[in-house]
């Protein structure tokens, strides 16, 4: 399963990206997200210490949830991105947009 | 679903060979994205061996191809099963031309927004060849637009 969703305090949803996000399953974080944004929660961090590999599909259904959850007053944040996928947000000047953090510890640590 | 054709490897004219293109690698893939990873990967694993800098196979070669075939596959064809992109690849130690060439009408490559613009940073689309842009050394399209080739060199 790419992506694993769990609950910390503070009403924090932490999924973890295992693998990749790519055209082929940026539809089911989406999913997933939205059906947690209908549930009630508001504040989310992505994970992707495990994640190898973001399309620009995948960059793509960031940005859209990014404007989402801040639409319903809520925060998204995202840490562990390794070097190439930080080169990808910072090319495409992505890291402006997110509040991103070197670990995941960090980002709960933020909220 | 798995790429199911088998790439074909062939020696390249000398000519060729004096640009640094040493070997040609060709697949056809039809219009599906789930196999646009296998595609990608096969390219890779061919190159490798050969390439000076391993790290442009993993990262600028894999994005780069990587987005170009889902443009062929999602913009180029449509998701239409009866088209297919064709993949030719030129490499050798110093140099990789890879050339991606879809079905479609082509679209007019000099019109592309800029996806950093502060007015287009919260679009979900518009990245992939931008970059295409960014990780390769030259980026050449054919007149109609459904053929676009990326140049990568190391020394």
Partial sequence: MAFNARK????ILVIEV????????????????????????RKFLIDFTKTGFIDSSGLGVLVSLSKKIRDEGGDLRLAGLNEDLKTLFELTKLDTLFAITDSAQQALAAF | MRLAVQPQLSALDPRLAAEGLE???RLTLPSDVGLVEDAVNVVARHLEASFVDRHTIRFNLRV??????LNAILYGNCEDDAKGVAVRVLFGRHAIEMEVTDEGGGFDYRCVPDPTLPANRLRPCGRGLFLIRQLVDEVRFNDAGNSICMILRRT
């Fill in chain 2, 64 to 69: 780069a191809l990587g987005e170009a075939l």
């Fill in chain 2, 23 to 25: 070997a040609e690698l």
């Fill in chain 1, 8 to 11: 910390q305090p503070g009403g």
């Fill in chain 1, 18 to 41: 295992d693998g990749q996000l790519i055209v082929g399953n940026r539809q089911e974080l989406k999913q997933l997200v939205l059906d947690a944004l209908e549930a009630g929660d």
